[in-house]
């Protein structure tokens, strides 16, 4: 797996340049992909000519919504992709906020790639507009890209190793003193049940409360195989979303990108699973134990 | 500390026709984050009253994009609707920012990407004149039958193009809407339109389309009848909860047999949930 990045100058930059590299990845038998918006895309249908006919174009409009769902689209799509060829080269152009928190979280994202693919035969090149983005993004790419493409390829010289990009960048989760607490034992149903309660009593509606009772089982069932058991769960709702923290007795984890990696042989599912299903989720230590606090 | 964002020009809030934005009322804050996160959710209702009370703030900057030339501004304002909803998906409330400073910056782009789009030179082939005349064909044939405008998904289906294919020749052919006669002023003090007062029915189909692709989200549509009465009666989802017995006695099955029923049906929505998803391609 290579992912790299390819900062532009001009909409003719990164067309003449990025048709050039897809046709060398078609020369050579790959399955080559396109991934922008939609201006991007049909622009990138007339720069490609004919060849547009033999390339695989994804419309990224809507799709960089949270980190752990974008990972698993993209993962999702090269798995389906290498199964007709034996290898994917990606262009894809990134979407960054209006917002230094966005920045972060979006950055962070672009580390976990590094991780998130490198078991799999592909090249992804995110693509960058140096005009359109400010310093701090673009000092990002460097952080999170193995290689450059600005005149030339040249290896980044500040590449970091992504999980500690992803540990700086980490907000500190709060402490929310307002959470109810209760304490069930060990039995995952009455966990559940328990749960289930006051899912309802917040009203939240049937098909996200089964979202949230299905992610906080398989924290639940973490904290009891592998955590030494429950200590105790607080739940309640803050900026308007429905939270359960599962604090455990054990030692807990200190892998900044549990969850975001898609569960294989010997990578457990239940951080993946729980991160696909919610919002956010945060692990950290509490004064009670290790915690796991997922946002509906 | 405060952080730095992109330069004023480019983004923040705009200030005419927010409703929530700014407020002192913390309460109104709290409301607000609340409605976005339940449109985040998939909540139909939350999603309108959000579009409902930013929509005079889309209209108001499809009209400045749409002053410069060669665009409807109705279209703008369903990609404005659509980027807002994009900001609904996105938005993090512990950052701070009030929601329309965030989505403001989403509603623009969309609108941009869309200006971008358009403007591009085209060419029409032979081929997609003959793709151009297919569609009007489908269209009158449409009319004819029901007496109402084909969505554009009933236009792919009737044409046989992708939904891409489709969107992409629509896009070289759009004329004109008297959308532009003047009918007095708006909050603002701004000149408003006959289009600023008409319900947008090709918006409401745009955030539809948005409200369907959450829907998709909904992982729980590969467990059968029987899985989904277990498990909704058992975690009192829409029903007041009820123990497995209970659950049992009514389906005429034992609490143990009613347990590996929940059990599968609990495995089914982990393996569910695991599966990546795809990114459509064309």
Redesign the interface.
């Known amino acids: 797996m290579r992912h790299d990045a390819f900062v532009y100058d001009s909409d003719e930059d990164y067309a003449v340049r990025t048709a050039g590299f897809l046709r060398e990845g078609l020369d050579a038998g790959e399955c080559c992909v396109v991934a922008h918006n939609r201006a991007g895309l049909a622009m990138m249908r007339d720069a490609l000519g004919p060849d547009a006919d033999r390339m695989v174009f994804v419309d990224l409009s809507w799709t960089y919504t949270r980190p752990a769902r974008a990972v698993a689209a993209y993962h999702g799509t090269f798995v389906r992709l290498l199964r007709q060829a034996p290898s994917v080269r990606a262009v894809a152009e990134f979407q960054f906020g209006p917002t230094f928190d966005d920045w972060d979280e979006w950055q962070s994202y672009e580390a976990i790639t590094n991780l998130a693919y490198d078991h799999l035969p592909v090249w992804v090149v995110c693509t960058y507009p140096a005009n359109r983005l400010p310093d701090a993004v673009l000092d990002g790419v460097l952080r999170t890209h193995n290689e450059v493409l600005a005149d030339r390829w040249a290896p980044s010289d500040r590449f970091e190793d992504p999980r500690d990009v992803v540990r700086t960048l980490m907000r500190e989760p709060q402490p929310l003193p307002g959470l109810r607490s209760w304490y069930v034992g060990q039995d995952l149903e009455r966990f559940r049940e328990q749960l289930a309660g006051d899912l309802a009593a917040e009203a939240v509606p049937g098909a996200k409360a089964l979202e949230m009772l299905v992610a906080a089982t398989e924290v639940a069932t973490n904290a009891v195989r592998h955590g030494g058991g429950i200590e105790e769960v607080r739940v309640g709702r803050v900026d308007g979303r429905f939270i359960c923290e599962v604090i455990d007795r054990g030692a807990g984890f200190d892998d900044p990108v549990a969850g975001y990696l898609v569960p294989r042989p010997g990578r457990g599912t239940g951080l993946w699973v729980a991160r696909q299903l919610t919002w956010r989720v945060e692990s950290f230590h509490s004064p009670r134990g290790f915690a796991v606090r997922m946002w509906l | 500390m405060p ?4 330069p004023a020009s ?3 809030p705009d200030s005419r026709n927010v409703p929530f934005d700014d407020s002192p009322v913390p309460a109104e804050r ?1 409301r607000e ?6 449109a ?4 139909e209702d939350a999603c309108r009253q959000l579009i409902e009370s930013f929509l005079p703030a889309i209209q108001g900057l499809a009209r400045r994009f749409a002053a410069g030339g060669g665009i409807q501004q109705t279209e703008l304002t369903q990609e404005g609707i ?1 980027g807002l909803l ?1 900001a609904v ?2 938005y ?6 009030p929601f329309w ?2 989505a403001s ?2 509603v623009r782009k ?1 609108m941009q ?2 200006l ?2 358009l403007k ?1 030179p085209v060419a029409l082939s032979d081929h997609a004149v003959r793709g151009l005349a297919q569609i009007r064909a489908a269209r009158r044939d449409y009319i004819d039958a029901h007496a109402s405008e084909p969505t554009a998904d009933q236009l792919a289906g009737a044409t046989g193009f992708s939904r ?1 294919h489709l ?2 020749l629509l896009a070289v052919e759009r004329p004109p809407r008297p959308f532009d006669e003047p009918v007095g002023t708006d909050a603002a003090g701004d000149l408003a339109t006959l289009g600023d007062t008409l319900a947008d029915p090709e918006a409401e189909e745009e955030y539809r389309h ?1 409200l369907d ?1 959450i829907a998709v989200r ?3 549509r590969g467990l059968d009848e029987r899985e989904r009465t277990v ?2 009666r ?5 029903w007041p ?1 009820q123990t497995l017995t209970q659950i049992g006695t009514s389906l005429g099955l034992t609490a143990e047999r009613v347990r590996q029923i929940e059990a599968g049906a ?1 495995q089914k ?2 393996e569910a ?10």
């Open positions: 952080r730095r964002g992109y480019t983004a923040g709290e984050r609340a409605l976005v996160a339940a985040e959710g998939g909540d659509a994009f998906r996105r993090d409330a512990r950052m701070g920012t400073a965030y910056f989403w969309a990407d869309l971008a789009e591009r891409a969107d992409s948005v692709e909904e992982f729980a498990l909704w058992h975690y009192g989802l829409g909860p609990l929505l982990r949930a695991a599966e990546p998803p795809d990114v459509r391609g064309t």
